[in-house]
């Protein structure tokens, strides 16, 4: 069945307000360079059943391994962040709060609701992507949108502790998002994505469902004085928002 023609993304008002959500900190995206996606980690279907009863229950498993490079060099900098900055900042909070976040903003992108961003996405970011919005297709904003229990992994990637020359101090976390979506989607457009066969339900229905990745970057500044606030200032959703 065809999708809906969206004739254009433009910012809604919104009563939304979200007020210390996300593990009592908001989060924030990425306006440099963005590193390109590592491969994305396996994923095998799995049955709790034998037999006729195979297709029933039928789950994914996924699992990765880690550059044990960037592993050691992102608990160096979760250490430093302890120390100096955050003695309460656990990586596991923040890698929870950090998925509540990406479900909820990439939510918002697929429905065009740029005014309820404010507060969690830079307000630089927002015009950037309300440009790319306006061009998107409707099957490409459809699969923009995360449920959590869509979310099949997740890992912490680049971690930068920097400072301005006027004082001020930034941490930035880049994490990285792997998901599953059931939008269509043209072939073409998505060479190197893998597709899964995933069994829903008791009686087992097969539904076609894509891999896809994406990338959002949180910064918080720790400036003293400065409100304890994370925000989204990189957003990046492979082969769809770029």
Known sequence: MALPVL????RVSSTLKITRLFLNESPVLNRGGRPR??????????????????????????FGIPNPFIWVRTRMYYFLIRVYFDKEFRIEEFSEGAKQAFSHVSRL????????LEGLVAKDLIGKLEEKLNLMPSNYKKAL????????????????IYYHDDGRTFV????????LTSARLPEDTMEGTRVFQVALGEEGKAETKRLLSANYEFQREFTKGVAPAWTITGIEHSKLLD
């Open 7 to 10: 004739r254009g993304c433009h």
């Open 37 to 62: 996606l590592p491969p994305p980690p396996a994923l095998r279907p799995f049955s709790s059943a034998a037999g006729g009863q195979q297709n029933q229950n039928q789950k994914v498993v996924v």
């Open 109 to 116: 992108l697929s429905k065009c609701q740029l005014d309820a």
């Open 145 to 160: 949108s995360v449920e959590p229990e869509e979310i099949m992994y997740t890992t912490p990637g680049d971690v930068r």
């Open 172 to 179: 930035s976390i880049l994490m990285r998002f792997w998901y």
